[in-house]
């Protein structure tokens, strides 16, 4: 199944609580159960104005939609082709 990286523009993200990251997590937990298990959430990275979402989903419109039934921008949407490291070079 497809890999996705979402691109969100928070402004102030990275000053977001432990408590805010939670409620926010729980509420992408909640819609991903709405949705079904087509879609997962694998990690998200978080920076100073955005947050950065690794998913795995048959496609991006499913993406899209778990952005908008959880109310979290989706600015961009990438599909991954590949990854590399630092043992590619070897």
Aim: proline share 7%.
């Amino acid at each position: 199944m497809p890999k996705y990286i979402i691109e969100r523009n928070i402004p102030g993200a990275g000053n977001l609580t432990a408590t805010e990251l939670q409620q926010i997590s729980q509420k992408s937990c909640n819609v991903l159960s709405e949705i079904g298990p087509q879609i997962q959430w694998l990690e998200s990275f978080v920076t100073a104005d955005k947050i950065y979402c690794v998913y795995i989903a048959p496609n991006e419109q499913v993406v899209r939609e778990h952005a908008e039934k959880g109310g979290f921008p989706a600015d961009s949407v990438a599909e991954v082709k590949t990854m590399i490291d630092p043992t590619t070079s070897e």
